[in-house]
């Protein structure tokens, strides 16, 4: 069975998570500083793609912490996360190289 694209949002919040657990509000500005403010991530939709990334085993609970008188449950990668978003980083980078060659652009050397 082949693997479903990861969606921009996905990639983000596995990105966000690479350099260690963060709590849902801080994943939110980690994917908007990532992605220079194209992703925005609402807390709703936020906790709509990490069930799905539970889910499928690419991120898991880290902790819960309490603040202001609420759990913040903080989420960390998995080794199959970690190969994930590996794979589609390398997916993204050479699909960036076949569109750079296509439009005569520099960096398209290294297509392939």
């Known amino acids: 069975m082949a693997a479903k694209p990861m969606t921009g949002q996905a990639f983000f919040v596995l990105t966000a998570l690479a350099g260690g657990?963060?709590?849902?509000?801080?994943?939110?500005?980690?994917?908007?500083?990532?992605?220079?403010?194209?992703?925005?991530?609402?807390?709703?939709?936020?906790?709509g793609v990490l069930d799905r990334l539970v889910a499928e085993g690419l991120i898991e609970p880290d902790r819960?912490?309490?603040?202001?008188?609420?759990l913040r449950r903080y989420y960390r990668l998995t080794r199959?996360?970690?190969?994930?978003?590996?794979?589609?980083?390398?997916?993204?980078?050479?699909t960036a190289r076949v569109v750079r060659a296509r439009l005569g652009l520099p960096g398209a050397e290294a297509a392939g």
């Open 21 to 47: 657990p963060r709590h849902g509000y801080g994943i939110v500005g980690e994917v908007a500083e990532l992605s220079q403010g194209r992703v925005k991530l609402k807390i709703g939709s936020l906790y």
């Open 64 to 70: 819960e912490e309490p603040h202001d008188g609420r």
């Open 80 to 94: 199959d996360g970690r190969r994930m978003l590996a794979a589609e980083a390398e997916l993204r980078a050479a």
